[in-house]
């Protein structure tokens, strides 16, 4: 049972334009989203978060978006470059069984390549 | 800062060897974590500490045994491990434990077991 799924595996943009990855999820009770940027044999890096509180969080670059009557995230980039180019997971957390606790639960990530 | 270090990088091991993972923070986080992460999978959760405690076990098998000596450190005892067993294992902590917390991932410990 997938909770959170990203469907593009992969996504490919030109320098310079808007990259927009997708998340959606099934667990209602899900209340604090995040993304994550990994590079091969790297451990992921926190790139922006949004509660549920909130439709939309901005970071510099980074702009999360949040749907919730739609269950649905997107992560938007602009203006793309190519060091931007690795995985990308969503991943959400909230509670469970009455207990706050800190599981994140990932997506399946995915591939951004931004081409020069 | 936002540093979580994990040691060693690589470790190769066979099925009847004895290691130890490490990793440390020093951001004063009271929450730390386990990760397994296969290749061209999402990470996956092992287990919790909260406050230097075993809060969560995802009903992980007991040749993986975590400790947290203290509130910066955390290892995992490994001990006869199957091949099956190597993946990238990933260390994380958080300010606080619970859902609305960000969580800063250390670079990994990349386990081999032959």
């Known amino acids: 049972d997938q909770q959170v799924k990203q469907n593009s595996p992969s996504l490919s943009v030109q320098e310079g334009r808007i990259s927009i990855l997708n998340c959606d999820y099934t667990?209602?009770?899900?209340?604090?989203f995040l993304w994550y940027k990994k590079y091969p044999a790297e451990g992921p890096t926190f790139l922006i978060s949004?509660?549920?509180?909130?439709d939309k969080n901005e970071d510099g670059r980074f702009t999360v978006f949040l749907n919730k009557s739609a269950k649905h995230l997107s992560l938007h980039i602009v203006p793309s470059q190519p060091g931007d180019s690795a995985v990308y997971f969503c991943?959400?957390?909230?509670?469970?069984?009455?207990?706050?606790?800190?599981?994140?639960?990932f997506g399946q990530g995915t591939i951004l390549t931004v081409h020069p | 800062d936002t540093e979580v270090t994990q040691t060693p990088k690589h470790l190769v091991m066979g099925m009847t060897n004895k290691k130890s993972l490490k990793c440390e923070q020093h951001?004063?986080?009271?929450?730390m974590y386990w990760y397994k992460q296969k290749a061209k999978k999402p990470p996956e959760l092992m287990f919790v500490?909260?406050?230097?405690?075993?809060?969560i076990n995802e009903s992980v098998p007991s040749r993986f045994s975590p400790e947290c000596p203290n509130s910066s450190l955390l290892n995992l005892h490994l001990h006869a491990l199957q091949p099956e067993d190597s993946a990238l294992y990933l260390c994380?902590?958080?300010?606080?434990?619970?859902?609305?917390?960000?969580?800063?991932f250390g670079p990994g410990t990349r386990l081999l077991v032959l």
């Open positions: 994380a902590s958080s300010q606080d434990p619970g859902a609305q917390e960000t969580q800063y």
């Open positions: 667990n209602s009770m899900f209340d604090y």
């Open positions: 949004i509660s549920s509180i909130k």
């Open positions: 991943a959400a957390s909230g509670v469970a069984g009455g207990t706050s606790y800190g599981k994140l639960t």
């Open positions: 951001m004063g986080h009271r929450a």
């Open positions: 500490y909260s406050y230097e405690k075993l809060s």
